[in-house]
């Protein structure tokens, strides 16, 4: 690995409370590095882009409507379209029945933004303190996972994708959860040909499905072994023989930290062998996982 690279220039204008709120990052056409995070006073969502000849551009907010937000990601193709995305209120508006999920997209490697436009239906919200997650598939179609919040109960994982580079959406509901309050969770999306696998939590458990690009069919949630209970932040990787590794916290909480988990998951999606700890987590860290060239996985906490 690389050694690390400071990507913002402005102290201060991150937030590192949450794990909701860290950076984030996806890598586009010529492995171009996309970094996004939300600002410090939860009203900017800033990115930046890496140079060929090292180092970062000075970052920019892509925020261009009134009012907070939160859960931001990005996601970029080889195409050369990047993808920042987060929820927040309409202009105007007060409250989670008032949110959207919200894209902000360029079409020339992160270069320009168009304004944001929203992704997600109004009826159904979105959840104040969730994350978000993208991901785009080889055919171009994009992914995004979110978290709604319909009458401030119905907390549902949401599924949205795009089949015409961020300008229209369908939205398709993948669990139900009926919960009075925000959870704080998160999201992992991941694409490969023909197939995008996500996770999610719902209720203490985290669940992974396949969601075949071509396919109209519901996708059917995938519970992790073990018992529900303190099971948070998946994060979930698909290799070139069609393995799937979901990985999660377990008994992480506000200023705690706790342990990583991971299951892997053979082509037909039944599990290989037991769930194994990978080690302990510190408060506000995050897991990610990704698959190596060789079909193998590394998971990075």
């Keep these: ?176 959860w009926n919960v009075p309050a925000c959870p704080m969770s998160t999201f992992s999306i991941a694409a490969a040909a023909g197939t995008v696998v996500t996770a999610w939590e719902t209720a203490g458990q985290i669940y992974w499905t396949r969601v075949k690009s071509a396919g109209k069919e519901p996708p059917v949630p995938i519970a992790v072994p073990g018992t529900p209970g303190g099971r948070k932040h998946p994060a979930i990787a698909q290799n070139k023989r069609g393995e799937t590794l979901v990985a999660w916290t377990e008994g992480m909480g506000w200023s705690r930290g706790g342990t990583v988990l991971w299951q892997l998951y053979d082509k037909g999606g039944a599990p290989v062998g037991e769930p194994a700890a990978a080690g302990n987590i510190p408060a506000w860290s995050l897991i990610a996982a990704y698959a190596r060239a060789d079909g193998g996985f590394t998971l990075v906490f």
Excluded at 146 to 170: I, M, P, Q, W
Aim: aromatic share 6%.
């Design 1 to 176: 690995m690389s050694h690390a690279v400071q990507v913002n220039t402005e102290a201060g204008s991150a937030i590192a409370t949450g794990n909701v709120r860290g950076a984030r990052l996806a890598v586009g056409r010529d492995e171009r590095v996309h970094v996004v995070w939300t600002g410090a006073n939860s009203r900017h969502m800033w990115y930046t882009h890496s140079r060929a000849e090292g180092g970062f551009v000075p970052e920019r907010n892509v925020h261009q409507l009134e009012g907070p937000l939160d859960g931001g990601s990005v996601a970029a193709d080889l195409r050369g379209h990047v993808y920042v995305i987060w929820h927040g209120e309409l202009p105007g508006g007060k409250g989670e029945e008032n949110r959207r999920a919200w894209v902000a997209r360029s079409d020339d490697e992160g270069q320009t933004f168009d304004r944001e436009e929203a992704a997600s239906p109004a009826a159904i919200g979105a959840c104040g303190c969730c994350g978000t997650a993208g991901a785009t598939a080889p055919d171009g179609t994009l992914y995004l996972l979110y978290r709604s919040s319909r009458e401030a109960v119905h907390r549902d994982t949401v599924l949205l994708s795009s089949r015409d580079y961020g300008r229209n959406f369908a939205a398709r509901d993948l669990h139900e």
